[in-house]
């Protein structure tokens, strides 16, 4: 017997929707992704990507020729709507949930019975009933989930992402995935629609645990980055190598020091505890501390890359400007952060090393910096400042250095006398 798979649209196509998206396309189904962008969707209808992700390139290639994907600036008909767009923050670190509500909006129009909407957007906790609230208002012919009720028209359920940037395809596959349904058939529901493409876990919960779980796992993440950068103050203060601590102390077997950097930085890790903070602030200072010593560590290192530039009347060269290695995702970044507030100053000195762009941000071109190969910066550069870790910038050896002023704020490059 042939089982008919569901007709899928994927609202929002950014670095977690169309990965999503051309992923259940694969497993047979037709997905039609909706985005606000009409370069987005004209790119994607080529067989083109518009974001930098490992394999992805060739996944959307195939499944677009094989009809499985199209994208699409309307919302259209499907039997399961998922929603991947923004959640920022905004004023005093507020969540801004404006995006994950007019997506609601967006969908309600086409809505029918029988249908699954699933919530993936990192959010804070409830904002998967006030999306059931939006759709209940929009669409009053419909029965919306409530706890302790049956018989909904429309099933409803959070089920967060939980990939790294650079390996999102394979862990979308291979990740346990949480299911928050509204109700239990809501779970069931999701869950068998997760099932068709995941192989790790699915484990069912409700939609307010799925929701506090997510923003636990990165909070988690931020306090032990915040006690390496933390460590990092310390023994810059101390004038000590943190790099050599830190590598002796893991050698406890019941220790496991994360490496500090410039900062924190991406959408997730960088936002998604001040969800937490918002939602219960007397009851988050630990997850609010360690959220200010990462976004502090930003100030720290201009400072300190300031006074190296000081002492040099050369060009400065930035390695990076991506929130981590690898990838071209800038979101939050504190690296583009640092260089940012460097130009403020030096700006027609810097030299800019971005592998993974063809061009800088304004906010760095209009005050005079430039963009440099590697090779071009090595040359030219009196300061280097290593911000981010790319592959490229992993070989570069003391002899490439020799002779600059270099602050290394990932603890990759060879030390040399002139360090910082």
């Known amino acids: 017997m042939t089982v008919e798979l569901p007709a899928v649209a994927m609202i929002g196509l950014g670095y977690i929707g169309l990965p999503t998206a051309a992923v259940v396309a694969r497993s047979g189904c037709r997905v039609v992704g909706i985005d606000v962008s009409s370069r ?37 008909p499907a039997d399961v709507f998922v929603i991947a767009v923004p959640t920022p923050t905004g004023e005093g670190h507020a969540p801004d ?36 609230d939006v759709l209940a ?55 068998e629609f997760y099932k068709r493409f995941v192989e790790g876990d699915c484990v069912v919960t ?23 950068n933390e460590l990092s103050l310390l023994a810059d203060a101390l004038d000590m190598d943190v790099w050599e601590v830190i590598r002796l102390a893991n050698r406890h077997p019941r220790v496991n020091i994360l490496q500090p950097g410039p900062g924190v930085g991406g959408h997730c890790i960088a936002v998604d505890p001040w969800f937490l903070v918002h939602s219960a602030p007397e009851q988050t200072p630990l997850i609010r501390t360690a959220r200010n010593v990462n976004d502090g560590k930003v100030g720290h290192v201009v400072e300190r890359a300031t006074a190296m530039i000081e002492e040099s009347k050369g060009p400065i060269a930035c390695f990076g400007l991506a929130f981590k290695a690898d990838i071209d995702d800038f979101r939050e970044s504190p690296a583009l952060a640092v260089a940012e507030r460097l130009a403020d100053r030096f700006g027609e000195r810097m030299l800019i090393c971005e592998p993974f762009i063809s061009e800088l941000p304004e906010t760095l071109a209009g005050r005079g910096a430039r963009l440099a190969t590697a090779t071009q910066a090595l040359e030219q550069a009196s300061v ?5 870790d790319h592959s490229e910038f992993r070989g570069i050896s003391a002899a490439q250095l020799a002779g600059k002023r270099i602050y290394d704020t990932r603890g990759v490059w060879p030390r040399l006398p002139l360090d910082g």
Request: with cysteine.
């Open 40 to 76: 987005v969707v004209e790119t994607i209808n080529r067989g083109r990507i518009h974001i930098e992700e490992a394999d992805l390139d060739a996944l959307v290639r195939d499944v677009v020729a094989r009809g499985l994907l199209q994208a699409s600036l309307s919302v259209v």
């Open 97 to 132: 949930i404006d995006h994950v509500l007019a997506a609601a909006r967006s969908i309600a129009p086409v809505l029918r019975k029988g249908n699954l909407v699933i919530l993936e957007s990192t959010s804070p906790i409830g904002t998967t009933e006030k999306v059931r």
């Open 137 to 191: 208002l929009e669409r009053p012919d419909l029965a919306f989930p409530r706890p302790g009720s049956d018989g909904a028209d429309v099933s409803l359920a959070y089920c967060p992402e939980r990939v790294l940037p650079g390996h999102i395809l394979a862990e979308l596959v291979g990740n346990d995935r949480v299911i928050g349904g509204m109700t239990p058939a809501c779970s069931a529901q999701a869950r």
């Open 206 to 228: 409700d939609c307010r645990s799925a929701e506090m779980t997510k923003l636990v796992e990165n909070a988690f993440r931020d306090v032990n980055i915040a006690f390496a």
């Open 384 to 388: 280097a400042l290593l911000l981010v």
